[in-house]
């Protein structure tokens, strides 16, 4: 069931994620600490990573994309992707996707409304990579052969900077939150399902996040959309309900079935 695997996906992934960063790690901050030959571009979208360039280099850190020989795995949250990253990641797609690489990249249902974001993402598919999307994301991470997994420092602005992991049981875990999350996510080529209440993922994750008391803010963050986007979506969750408060709307939500009875 649709509801039960992004659920399940939720319920897991803040703590894999909280787990791994308290293993021992590399944190890269700056272009200083970045390895000479490649570079992680970061802007208001996040991360995309490109073969180094001084010139382009802005707040970078370093990651090592050229000894990726087998697998290069991407969550990819932040909503619809800015031309100028989509642009700068496209020649390490094709090197990595050329050399025969298996990328699978997750981003959010929220980009499912970026008509260039899409393009992007058909492109890659075109060239062998697989997309699916999900409602939300726990974080940004890459994850590179089995060996190395890069993942954001903070989950709130991934241009804060990141750490390298190595350590096996740390990988283990993040691999298996990385197929978790595949399985419960949608090919970005099929129509995203509705649950038996008639809510979609992104419905359905945002009507959860109000009822824990998140605000519209974090909300967006959350689903990749903007303020206005996600006052929408609330407000409409809120008429569907008939509640007049997002206190009400959850408690209205578990009396409807729409969520989960808190244990």
Excluded: C
Excluded at 46 to 52: D, R, S, V
Excluded at 65 to 90: C, I, K
């Amino acid at each position: 069931m649709l509801r039960t695997r992004i659920a399940k996906v939720a319920a897991v992934s803040s703590l894999v994620v909280a787990a791994a960063l308290a293993s021992p790690v590399v944190t890269l901050r700056s272009a200083a600490d970045a390895v000479p030959a490649y570079s992680v571009l970061a802007g208001d979208a996040g991360w995309q990573i490109a073969p180094a360039d001084a010139g382009r280099l802005r707040h970078g850190d370093g990651v090592p994309t050229r000894e990726v020989r087998e697998e290069f795995l991407t969550f990819a949250p932040g909503g619809p992707q800015t031309a100028e990253n989509m642009a700068a990641s496209r020649p390490l797609n094709q090197d990595l996707l050329g050399r025969g690489v298996r990328m699978r990249t997750i981003y959010l249902d929220s980009v499912r409304s970026s008509r260039p974001t899409v393009e992007h993402a058909t492109w890659l598919a075109r060239l062998g990579g697989r997309i699916r999307t999900i409602p939300s994301l726990p974080t940004r991470m890459i994850l590179m052969d089995r060996r190395t997994a890069m993942i954001s420092v903070s989950s709130d602005d991934t241009a804060a900077g990141a750490v390298l992991l190595t350590g096996q049981g740390t990988l283990t875990a993040l691999y298996a939150l990385f197929e978790t999350t595949w399985e419960a996510a949608r090919p970005l080529g099929e129509v995203v399902p509705t649950d038996p209440n008639g809510l979609t993922g992104q419905q359905a994750t945002a009507l959860r996040l109000l009822a824990e008391g998140h605000t519209d803010e974090a909300i967006a963050k959350r689903l990749g959309v903007s303020h206005r986007t996600a006052r929408r979506i609330a407000s409409e969750l809120m008429d569907r309900l008939g509640a007049r408060s997002r206190f009400e709307a959850g408690a209205r939500a578990v009396q409807q079935g729409w969520l989960p009875a808190r244990s």
